[in-house]
């Protein structure tokens, strides 16, 4: 209501103290009066109050304490500490503890108007900001609500798009969306054992699937050729690493799955491509992508007349270790034995 008076709550012991307040306030403010903290509690639970006069000592209670719990719960309700025992220490407390100011008994009556005065325009001050940090906030949540769903709706467009992309060179090679799939399931096995950060698990999975996306720049009679490709061919299917980084640009998530899209065909030793990146310089996802990429080869690839076995890919890794690839990753899939799983 507009024409609501202040309430003021008086919370002192001693009944001459809280009359005396009580006259000299109640022609401009409502004024509540409580002999105790249980008195104060309950009015502050049950009333709209704007200010608090509160004694520094109250028979069976700390009144800084009191004035602590009362910031903690109301922390928009301005405190101004009445005592008759004022010491540095207790005012340096009282104002720690968030209290507006502090008046010494027997206070003049102008000043108790004054800082009363002052106190309520602190305390409408306050709750103003509070209410336009409110509004803020709703806006930004009802903004990041927005965002979100257009992100969504962005990300479900890409993925639709990404996998439009992967059936339609499966269409020409016959492998490319069986080998994604399992590619993806193998790396989350292989990261599983190293104990990455589920953020990181979460981009590897992406990678894995999305890893063979710039084929659909290659001709599509190359994909399907089943002689040996010739130099020039090769070379072609060696761009499909840096095609995919650059189709991923588009996506709503080309800064973390691009790496290891990019990097998949690096060596260890540096003699892989495109950039012929060694060792760490390589990113970890894309070393562990590299070893499921080239243990699914091994087994599934429908160029090769016949396809390893668990023990010839075994070996097949052991001796590429630290060249091809990263050695611990060589042990992790050898010690935890994954290849029982491919």
């Given at each position: 209501m507009l024409n609501r008076k202040p309430a003021i709550l008086v919370i002192d012991d001693e009944a001459c103290v809280r009359h005396s307040l009580k006259f000299v306030l109640r022609d401009e403010y409502?004024?509540?009066?409580?002999?105790?903290a249980l008195e104060g509690r309950?009015?502050?639970?049950?009333?709209?109050?704007?200010?608090v006069l509160l004694d520094i000592r109250l028979r069976g209670?700390?009144?800084?304490?009191?004035l602590y719990e009362i910031k903690q719960k109301f922390p928009y309700i301005e405190i101004i500490m009445i005592t008759a025992y004022a010491s540095l220490k207790t005012i340096r407390k009282a104002i720690r503890y968030g209290a507006f100011d502090y008046l010494i008994k027997p206070f003049d009556k102008n000043?108790?108007?004054?800082?009363v005065r002052n106190a309520l325009k602190d305390a409408k001050n306050r709750l103003a900001i509070k209410n336009e940090l409110d509004k803020i906030k709703e806006s930004t949540l009802y903004l990041e609500h927005l965002i979100g769903n257009a992100?969504?709706?962005?990300?479900?467009s890409s993925r639709?798009?990404?996998?439009?992309i992967l059936l339609n060179i499966h269409s020409r090679d016959g492998y490319t969306w069986a080998h994604a799939g399992r590619v993806t399931r193998f790396s989350a096995l292989i990261a599983e054992k190293v104990g990455i950060t589920e953020d990181?698990?979460?981009?590897?999975?992406?990678?894995?699937?999305?890893?063979?996306i710039g084929k659909v720049t290659v001709d599509g009679a190359i994909l399907e050729k089943e002689s040996t490709l010739t130099e020039h061919e090769f070379n072609m299917i060696k761009r499909h690493p840096e095609k995919g980084a650059e189709m991923i640009k588009s996506t709503p998530f080309p800064?973390?799955?691009?790496?290891?899209?990019?990097?998949?065909?690096?060596?260890?030793?540096?003699?892989?491509y495109p950039d012929g990146l060694t060792g760490e310089e390589i990113p970890y996802t894309a070393r562990i992508l590299a070893v499921a990429d080239a243990i699914d080869a091994m087994i599934y690839s429908p160029a090769r007349q016949h396809t390893f076995t668990a023990e010839r890919v075994e070996r097949e890794l052991r001796t590429h270790s630290g060249t091809q690839f990263d050695p611990e990753l060589v042990d992790v899939v050898i010690k935890e034995k994954l290849l029982s799983f491919a």
């Open positions: 409502k004024v509540l009066a409580a002999p105790g309950f009015y502050l639970s049950s009333q709209h109050i704007d200010i209670t700390d009144g800084l304490r009191l000043e108790l108007r004054t800082v992100r969504q709706t962005i990300i479900s639709n798009s990404m996998t439009a990181e698990m979460q981009r590897l999975k992406c990678s894995a699937f999305l890893h063979d800064d973390l799955i691009i790496p290891s899209i990019r990097h998949h065909h690096e060596r260890y030793d540096g003699s892989g």
